[in-house]
Nanobody, 122 residues
């Protein structure tokens, strides 16, 4: 299984970006999907999460500005980021819970994307 994230880049404060992350490979099913971010010198932190049923959770610092969504047919999770602030500058990572068929049977694991850099200039 591989995750391919895209959509990062440089944007001015107040602008918008849309991240996407697609999973590919021998996938039996997909569970929750989410986005984390890591600001240089800080711990990785959760940004948003969406369950298989479509329920969402957001970190307080992005509520009202970011929207997470998913396309189950494409095994893809999105993060629409609006009203971006310089403090949103970070490497953003997608994470997807994926069940694959292993010798001992189906196993659910979290798979991480490689990260995409978002830079917000003031």
């Amino acid at each position: 299984v591989q995750l391919q994230a895209s959509g990062g880049g440089l944007v001015q404060a107040g602008g918008s970006l849309r991240l996407s992350c697609a999973a590919a490979g021998s996938i039996l099913s997909i569970d929750a999907m989410g986005w984390f971010r890591q600001i240089p010198g800080k711990e990785r932190e959760m940004v948003a999460r969406i369950t298989s049923g479509g329920s969402t959770n957001y970190a307080d610092f992005v509520k009202g500005r970011f929207t997470i969504s998913r396309d189950n047919a494409k095994n893809t999770v999105y993060l629409q980021m609006n009203s971006l602030k310089p403090e949103d500058t970070a490497v953003y990572y997608c994470v997807i819970g994926i069940t694959t068929n292993q010798p001992i049977g189906p196993i659910l694991n979290d798979y991480w994307g490689r990260g995409t850099l978002v830079t917000v200039s003031s």
